[in-house]
């Protein structure tokens, strides 16, 4: 059992309170997943810049200090910030180099995000811990998403954590197990592929990766998911430009999504969105068996 909440702002004037009302959210499903937890966030100008690129960093062996020193005698005008368990860098330079610097110097550390507008932060501990560690409550922009996890298919560290973003700008969170992970870990493996965990979601999130690095559209990306895994899921997945829900066959996992004009939100359970202003005009629904639900910014 995990929690998933996630959050699309279609009114500018809410991106301030993107955090707060997150937090909120993420607060409410902590009981779903006291092992770990962990948010994406698009367009927060503390760790996306406009104009940068951003590479989020689960840091190794190594502190904040020292890579930063390190990265800046590659990049001059890099920033790291210290979110704890996480490190966010962002510089303006092409988002391949600054991922390519900051695995130079990073001393073991894995990337667990990267692009123009996403920044990943995710850990070890209780999620309203967390939330705070991250200083969620203060962030910004147009899009998030987070998970509190229970574990099941793999150990508790930070990078067993979800979101898993391993394409640009995008990022998966799940609910339940992949019952063919290893199988399609194998084939992915064989293609080139690497991974940081043995977690089952981040099969998932390389296959979704694979599918929209071939030009399929993330709607298209599911609807192949769906075909291709076998297992329970619920899964909630963001680019820079979409958000989008699936359910496996028999949708066992909860889901509840509300929509207004002014955002769209889903999460675990209906409490999570409680919170959400004007949620007592929202048309609220339960996502059908892998019908795929996409909305674009």
């Known amino acids: 059992m995990c929690g998933i909440a996630g959050l699309h702002l ?10 707060e009302l997150l937090t909120g959210m993420l607060c409410q499903i902590t009981e779903r997943g006291p092992d770990s937890a962990g948010i994406a966030v698009y367009g927060d100008p503390r760790w996306s810049p406009p ?3 951003t590479v989020s960093l689960l840091p190794g062996d190594a502190g904040a200090q020292e890579i930063g020193t390190a990265l800046r005698e590659r990049l001059p005008e890099a920033v790291v ?3 704890g368990q996480t490190l966010v860098v962002h510089a303006a330079t092409d988002p391949g180099a600054l991922v390519a610097a900051v695995r130079a110097v ?4 894995i990337v667990i995000g990267q692009g123009e507008d996403l920044a990943v932060l995710k850990g070890v501990g209780h999620p309203q811990a967390l939330a705070a560690e991250f200083r969620l409550e203060s962030a910004q922009g147009w899009q998030g998403v987070a998970h509190t996890r229970m574990a099941t298919e793999s150990a508790v560290t930070p990078q067993g954590s979800h979101p898993f973003s391993v394409g640009p700008d995008q990022c998966l969170v799940h609910n339940g197990s992949f019952a063919n992970h290893a199988t399609i870990r194998r084939e992915l493996r064989a293609a080139g592929m690497t991974f940081d965990s043995e977690n089952d979601s981040e099969v998932g999130a390389r296959f979704v990766a694979a599918q929209l690095a071939a030009g399929y559209d993330l709607e298209k990306s599911l609807k192949l998911l ?4 076998d297992g329970f899921y619920t899964l909630l997945v963001a680019t820079r430009d979409s958000f989008a829900v699936v359910r496996d066959a028999i949708a066992c996992k909860p889901a509840v ?4 004009p002014q955002w769209v939100a889903m999460a675990s359970e209906y409490r999570s969105l409680a919170g959400l202003p004007g949620i007592e005009n929202a048309r609220i629904f339960e996502p059908e068996p892998e019908e795929v639900y996409a909305w674009q910014r």
Request: proline share 7%; with cysteine; aromatic share 8%.
């Open 10 to 19: 279609r009114e500018p004037s809410l991106y301030p309170r993107l955090g």
């Open 51 to 53: 104009g940068q690129s």
């Open 81 to 83: 910030v210290d979110a």
């Open 106 to 109: 990073a001393g073991g550390g």
């Open 226 to 229: 769906c075909e291709r895994f």
């Open 257 to 260: 999504v509300a929509e207004t």
